[in-house]
């Protein structure tokens, strides 16, 4: 029959309808498919899935794709229930205000579960408590995950989002699929990782990283609901199951304990494949930096939280001719490939950086970044439609503009307390970075120069050092302290331990990560990065910083870039490692540097700081420090008795 010649049928819906299909499971019965394929997935997929509907009862299921057809409709509901808010001065970016009991990692409720604790765990010496992973028993979580997640999506949308860390089929990648009843998750999970219906397929009968994760709120709700963040806090509860390849996260909606493809897999439970598999899941930045002459090297580097990780990633250098190029600011997995040489790759997709101290100074790549496609939680928001943290001040055109706090008040620039939480982040897609390297996608990954650790360390501690093999550099990487900071629930300024930058993300004993970097040096034929350590922070008496830092880092990693190269004459040999030699280090258009200060050593400084060092090794390594890092900190010692 022919159509109307001159008019179309406007009493139809031409989209916004869907054909439901179902599963059927034994003690739940019929549960619709809201979108997907059921019938797509893998059959491992499906037997995971479909224990899973079961156990936490949702109303639905919906297949995730990662389009952008998806996401609007996602956003779209969480604007019209009001938890979710366009920021009309930028280009698709939005906020969301989390619950104020649900704004962090939860250490303390972060478990790796194995059946031998020492798995786990060092062996802590008699009367310590352990700082470096926290253990229970599979069978214990089973009982404390039994009383939680049974019913748990009641009156929620059950999301199965399938997800790449690393490139789509890359050797260096790992499948995960997400089960989760947080549209919040599922937004940032589409920038963080790879979500695609792609993953099905490159799947296949392969095993995979399952992650389950709850807000812990089924409906009716039982407790208040703040910010229209539901989330159970005082339930919260993460455990990882390594030899299981499985992670499950209870109560909260936070980033860190709900994005279960960030910290939770692609360090803790990425860790213990890498052990298996013998590569190396790392909490490093990955850089590409090239010289005046057009030299490209790669360079990795692990700082603990607000230590400049992000800053030195998307680096914009102050000395002319230099260049930097980002692959990654938070997470590196590397191999040794068949020519000796270390490669890494950028795991994830996004960036999940802290907003506050984030500036057109102290990084205006990231800056650049997240004007669009953006979600930003936890910040403050102008009454003109743009964002507000601490840091932002001197960038605000109007300074006398209204601002609506992370928690709903009315603030202004000058008024008491902070507009933003200390912890508040932007999610952005790293391919909008304007100096993302050409390379970051490469499924073969950029081969690796220099490996660099760093904490902040107001005293003592050099600019720079070279260590002096591949082992002191493993002994300086487990010595790494630095401040405590936001992004954990601890409060305060303390020095702490953080070895590695990966104390908060270790998937298995402490002890045998050392052993296994460690091996890395007894292997025949393999081209092993050189090792360095870094302090931006150093200060005077008065407090004032020694070395001016961000853009001028460069001249750091130009030192140490030419030390790769095997250049003579740079350096100079003290008891803790090589330091510049005066003069190698381009200080041309810097203020006046007190060059015998920033590379001070002050012998008393470290030999208090070796009998803490060796006070922490013995307390929380016990029998498990591998000989090697115990000579090399003997070593150590002895140089500086010398001195």
């Known amino acids: 029959m022919a159509s109307h010649p001159k008019k179309s049928d406007k009493d139809v819906y031409e989209k916004g309808f869907y054909e439901v299909h179902e599963i059927v499971v034994p003690h739940l019965g019929h549960v619709p498919i809201a979108k997907g394929d059921f019938g797509r997935l893998p059959k491992k997929v499906q037997q995971w899935v479909a224990k899973k509907v079961d156990m936490c009862a949702p109303r639905c299921l919906y297949i995730c794709d990662g389009g952008q057809e998806e996401a609007e409709e996602i956003m779209s509901k969480l604007i019209e229930r009001g938890s979710l808010k366009k920021l009309a001065a930028m280009d698709n970016c939005h906020i969301i205000c989390t619950d104020p009991a649900d704004v962090a990692r939860v250490e303390s409720k972060t478990f790796i579960c194995t059946d031998n604790p020492f798995e786990t765990v060092p062996h802590v010496a008699e009367g310590s408590v352990g700082q470096i992973g926290k253990w229970m028993s599979p069978y214990d979580m089973s009982i404390q995950m039994g009383n939680r997640f049974p019913g748990c999506m009641k009156g929620r949308t059950m ?45 296949a009968d392969d095993d995979f990283v399952k992650c389950l994760h709850s807000v812990g709120c089924p409906r009716p709700v039982t407790r208040p609901v703040v910010n229209h963040w539901p989330c159970n806090p005082e339930d919260t509860m993460i455990a990882h199951y390594p030899e299981e390849w499985k992670i499950v996260s209870y109560g909260s909606g936070y980033g860190g304990n709900s994005l279960l493809g960030k910290k939770c897999f692609a360090l803790r439970i990425a860790s213990t494949i890498a052990r298996d598999e013998g590569w190396l899941a790392e909490h490093m930045l990955v850089s590409g930096i090239t010289n005046p002459k057009g030299e490209e090297m790669f360079i990795t580097a692990a700082f603990p939280s607000a230590c400049g990780k992000t800053n030195l990633a998307m680096m914009e250098p102050t000395v002319p001719g230099w260049g930097v190029k980002c692959v990654g600011d938070d997470i590196a997995w590397m191999r040794f490939l068949e020519d000796g040489s270390l490669y890494a ?49 001197d960038e605000m055109a109007d300074k006398n503009v209204d601002i609506t706090t992370w928690l709903g008040e009315k603030w202004k620039v000058g008024m008491p307390g902070k507009a933003a939480h200390p912890n508040s982040r932007f999610c952005t897609p790293a391919s909008q970075c304007p100096m993302i390297h050409a390379q970051w996608e490469d499924p073969n990954g950029v081969p690796v120069s220099a490996i660099i650790f760093g904490g902040r360390r107001p005293s003592g501690v050099p600019l720079v050092f070279e260590t002096f093999d591949w082992n002191h550099g493993v002994f300086v990487g487990a010595s790494v302290k630095s401040e405590t900071t936001a992004a954990a629930e601890h409060k305060g300024k303390n020095i702490m331990h953080d070895p590695m930058a990966m104390r908060p993300f270790m998937g298995y004993n402490f002890g045998e990560y050392l052993k296994h970097w460690i091996s890395f040096s007894k292997k025949p034929n393999l081209k092993l990065p050189r090792i360095f350590h870094v302090n931006w922070f150093r200060t005077d008496a008065k407090g004032k910083f020694l070395w001016p830092g961000f853009g001028d880092n460069i001249r750091v990693i130009d030192w140490i870039l ?58 929380q390594l016990g029998v498990d420090l591998p000989k090697e890092v115990k000579e090399e900190m003997e070593k150590q010692e002895a140089r500086l008795k010398k001195m």
């Not at 101290?357 to 743009?386: I, L, R, Y």
């Not at 041309?588 to 920033?598: F, Q, R, S, T, V």
């Open 159 to 203: 999301y199965v989002i399938p997800f790449s860390m690393g490139p789509v089929g890359s050797k260096f990648s790992k499948i995960g699929v997400q089960l989760t009843d947080s549209n919040y998750v599922v937004l940032c999970m589409r920038i963080m990782t790879r979500v695609s219906s792609q993953i099905w397929e490159t799947l």
């Open 345 to 393: 790759i950028n795991p994830e997709a996004g960036f999940f950086g802290v907003a506050p101290g984030t500036s057109h100074k102290t990084n205006p790549m990231a800056m650049e970044t997240c004007k669009s496609n953006t979600v930003f939680t936890n910040v403050a928001e102008t009454a003109d439609g743009n964002v507000f943290w601490e840091g932002l001040e």
């Open 562 to 619: 030419r030390r790769c190269k095997g250049e003579e004459g740079i350096g100079v040999e003290t008891a803790i490692g090589i330091v510049p030699k005066e003069g190698s280090i381009n200080m041309d258009g810097l203020p006046a540097i007190n060059w015998k200060e920033l590379f001070s050593i002050p012998k008393d400084y470290w030999l208090e700081d070796m009998v803490e060092t060796h006070n922490f090794f013995v307390n």
